[in-house]
């Protein structure tokens, strides 16, 4: 990894369905020194998904070329697809000055966590209950109940991996969850 340059690295990870996409969209309107990292993935665009701005959308054939190419600082397979942070945009975003936000999985933070230099501030969130989960996940109207079924099956999974990260926050209401994710950024960034 390039030196940080003194640029904060702020991951949110959490279940599917938790609310990290809605979170780091608010934090990047709000605080505009904070970009997203844009990753690669193999699975389809959902309808509601730009190219280059959700993810960029690479066929397995792209990916897998990538890896040999060692083109990204961390990728893991996730619901039978691939999805990765490359290397190139991270810099270009360091290179910048700016902060960058990352939602990306356990893994991906596991994979960041080793690159000792850079200053990593992880937030885990969790969802009130699987319940609502359940019902966020359906309400998004974006996946099919098979997809909706793998990810919920992936909860227990996930919701281990909590203590790897600094902090963990509950995301029942959206606004008080974001005003938790301020004080964050505000204490961090000092
Ligand atoms: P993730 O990126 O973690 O998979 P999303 O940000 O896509 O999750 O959120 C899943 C769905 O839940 C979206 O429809 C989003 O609008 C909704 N959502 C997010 N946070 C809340 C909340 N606090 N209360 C109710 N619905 C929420
Ligand atoms: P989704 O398909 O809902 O967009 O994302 C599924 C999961 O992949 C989420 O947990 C999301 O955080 C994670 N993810 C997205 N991009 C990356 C990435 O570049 N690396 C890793 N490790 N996980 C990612």
């Given at each position: 990894?390039?030196?940080?340059?003194?640029?904060?690295?702020?991951?949110?990870?959490?279940?599917?369905?938790?609310g990290k996409t809605t979170?780091?969209?608010?934090?990047?309107?709000?605080?505009?020194?904070?970009?997203?990292?844009?990753?690669?993935?193999?699975?389809?665009?959902?309808?509601?998904?730009?190219?280059?701005?959700?993810?960029?959308?690479?066929?397995?054939?792209?990916?897998?070329?990538?890896?040999?190419?060692?083109?990204?600082?961390?990728?893991?397979?996730?619901?039978?697809?691939?999805?990765?942070?490359?290397?190139?945009?991270?810099?270009?975003?360091?290179?910048?000055?700016?902060?960058?936000?990352?939602?990306?999985?356990?893994?991906?933070?596991?994979?960041?966590?080793?690159?000792?230099?850079?200053?990593?501030?992880?937030?885990?969130?969790?969802?009130?209950?699987?319940?609502?989960?359940?019902?966020?996940?359906?309400?998004?109207?974006?996946?099919?109940?098979?997809?909706?079924?793998?990810?919920?099956?992936?909860?227990?999974?996930?919701?281990?991996?909590?203590?790897?990260?600094?902090?963990?926050?509950?995301?029942?209401?959206?606004?008080?969850?974001?005003?938790?994710?301020?004080?964050?950024?505000?204490?961090?960034?000092?």
């Amino acid at each position: 990894m390039t030196s940080s340059n003194g640029s904060k690295m702020l991951i949110l990870s959490s279940p599917s369905g938790a609310g990290k996409t809605t979170l780091t969209k608010k934090i990047q309107q709000k605080y505009i020194n904070f970009k997203i990292s844009v990753s690669h993935t193999t699975r389809k665009p959902r309808p509601n998904e730009v190219e280059g701005v959700d993810y960029f959308f690479i066929s397995h054939e792209e990916f897998k070329k990538k890896i040999s190419k060692n083109d990204f600082y961390e990728y893991a397979k996730i619901f039978d697809n691939f999805y990765g942070t490359s290397r190139d945009s991270v810099n270009e975003l360091i290179n910048s000055n700016n902060n960058v936000l990352f939602d990306i999985d356990w893994q991906g933070t596991q994979q960041l966590s080793k690159f000792k230099e850079l200053k990593l501030i992880k937030i885990f969130l969790l969802p009130p209950d699987k319940k609502e989960l359940k019902k966020r996940l359906i309400q998004r109207n974006q996946d099919n109940i098979e997809i909706i079924s793998k990810r919920l099956k992936a909860y227990d999974n996930d919701i281990y991996h909590w203590s790897d990260y600094d902090y963990v926050i509950i995301n029942d209401n959206l606004e008080y969850c974001f005003s938790q994710i301020e004080k964050i950024i505000i204490s961090e960034t000092k």
